[in-house]
């Protein structure tokens, strides 16, 4: 099946892109030499052509720094523009009253489309922020708010987040970007272990995104992501993974375009009902959106 084919027959739920102006929220994380590529301004303007050429009716931003005003920022974006149908924001998971500041979120413009929340994890120096009562509080705190925690955590804090996610089995925790394994660049025994304990916790879905760009040295080919994608599914299964670009990061080593083309390919030993699960329905349901 074609990508054009997956789209006209079912759509596609884009789960994880950015969108970002720096000069309301600056992205120190952006080398301007190594990351030229992305070391602009990305807006619904420029997303727009690179979803509808994909076949993308939906789609999820997901925050990009730790910083309280990028959230309402972002959700006034959701609510100006029908493709974005939800909102992963930030909020300090160690501050006592989480609960009130995801209310506060809530009550925002745009407030309805606020679907889950993510914390820069990998960015931690503390291998056991995630085992940290006043951290673990907060996450407690998004779950009860009916909102989804998205984990950003490089391949060696994967035993960490499987213990977060089987002692807090009341939240609904989605993987970013399968955990980033070490694509090209060691054995992936570790990760493969690792990610198998995540994925046999039934809250946890994850998804096949920001690949491209953990390949070691390129240009990557299909046959560079194949193992990951394959162990992914072997663990997960098609009903708990879901499609990501990572626009425009991925634009560091691929075209929005060109990875859907790729994970299609990469799909199409699987059947209709299953590449559906992938393609919008897992994203759906985890983040509870609006049928489009």
């Given at each position: 099946m074609t990508t054009g084919e997956v789209a006209r027959r079912q759509g596609i739920v884009d789960a994880h892109h950015h969108l970002?102006?720096?000069?309301?929220?600056?992205?120190?994380?952006?080398?301007?030499?190594?990351?030229?590529?992305?070391?602009?301004?990305?807006?619904?303007?420029?997303?727009?052509?690179?979803?509808?050429?994909?076949?993308?009716?939906?789609?999820?931003?997901?925050?990009?720094?730790?910083?309280?005003?990028?959230?309402?920022?972002?959700?006034?974006?959701?609510?100006?523009?029908?493709?974005?149908?939800?909102?992963?924001?930030?909020?300090?998971?160690?501050?006592?009253?989480?609960?009130?500041?995801?209310?506060?979120?809530?009550?925002?413009?745009?407030?309805?489309?606020?679907?889950?929340?993510?914390?820069?994890?990998?960015?931690?120096?503390?291998?056991?922020?995630?085992?940290?009562?006043?951290?673990?509080?907060?996450?407690?705190?998004?779950?009860?708010?009916?909102?989804?925690?998205?984990?950003?955590?490089?391949?060696?804090?994967l035993p960490a987040a499987a213990r977060l996610v089987r002692d807090l089995p009341q939240v609904r925790f989605v993987l970013d970007h399968l955990g980033k394994p070490p694509l090209g660049r060691a054995d992936l025994g570790d990760w493969q272990r690792d990610l198998l304990a995540l994925a046999a916790e039934p809250n946890t879905t994850a998804k096949l995104s920001g690949l491209v760009t953990e390949v070691d040295g390129q240009p990557w080919t299909a046959a560079d992501l194949r193992p990951a994608v394959e162990h992914a599914l072997d663990v997960f299964g098609p009903d708990r993974l879901m499609f990501g670009s990572d626009w425009p990061v991925c634009l560091l080593a691929t075209s929005y375009t060109r990875w859907v083309t790729v994970l299609n390919d990469l799909l199409d030993p699987l059947s209709d009902d299953e590449r559906t699960a992938i393609w919008r329905q897992t994203a759906s349901r985890v983040y509870r959106l609006a049928p489009f």
């Open positions: 970002w102006v720096r000069a309301r929220h600056p992205q120190p994380w952006i080398d301007p030499h190594t990351m030229a590529a992305i070391d602009d301004d990305f807006t619904p303007v420029e997303l727009a052509p690179a979803t509808r050429a994909a076949g993308v009716t939906q789609t999820v931003v997901v925050q990009s720094v730790a910083v309280r005003s990028e959230t309402p920022e972002l959700l006034g974006i959701a609510a100006d523009d029908p493709l974005i149908a939800g909102v992963v924001g930030w909020v300090d998971l160690t501050a006592a009253d989480v609960d009130r500041r995801l209310a506060r979120l809530r009550r925002a413009r745009g407030g309805e489309r606020l679907v889950g929340i993510r914390h820069l994890v990998q960015s931690e120096p503390d291998p056991t922020y995630l085992d940290r009562p006043d951290v673990r509080h907060g996450i407690a705190a998004v779950g009860a708010a009916g909102l989804a925690f998205d984990l950003l955590v490089r391949h060696h804090q």
